[in-house]
């Protein structure tokens, strides 16, 4: 595993959440802590006052990305945003849908949100502050991988 990974994506437990909406929790912009929820199918996202869900962040272009729900699963497609959606880590491509997965990091312009779905609904950013991951077993695992590939391991 990637240790960049755990700042990509935090998965989030949860039951069926079928009743529970989709929420997008800012991590990181104007807007730090704030939980935005995903009520309807469709919402656009963007800097602009018309948008559901509204990013006043000059990196975030006027109408920068549209979320919606089809079939139980949420995507999110990028609108010719200027500086761009990256989901996970990945660049996405313009006009073109991409499946969320709970816990899923989505950076648009320099703000960073948490996508949960599905999920029980994050009360606080506190909540997230909670979440505590094992750093030396994660460290354990990464040696362990890099101990195999050449030049890192003790050949």
Request: proline share 5%.
């Amino acid at each position: 595993m990637d240790p960049k990974d755990l700042e990509r994506t935090i998965r989030i437990e949860g039951g069926s959440g079928a009743d529970r909406p989709a929420q997008l929790v800012v991590l990181r912009g104007v807007e730090r802590g704030k939980i935005h929820e995903l009520a309807g199918v469709r919402a656009l996202l963007g800097r602009g006052p018309t948008n559901d869900l509204v990013l006043p962040a000059q990196s975030v272009s006027q109408m920068h990305a549209a979320l919606y729900e089809e079939d139980g699963e949420w995507f999110i497609q990028d609108l010719d945003s200027t500086n761009g959606t990256v989901v996970a880590g990945a660049r996405l491509t313009p006009r073109t849908p991409h499946r969320l997965r709970n816990g899923d990091a989505v950076e648009v312009g320099d703000q960073m949100m948490l996508f949960c779905a599905n999920a029980k609904p994050i009360g606080s950013l506190q909540d997230l502050l909670d979440i505590k991951v094992d750093t030396d077993k994660v460290k354990a695992e990464v040696d362990a991988l890099l101990a195999d590939l050449p030049g890192f391991g003790t050949d």
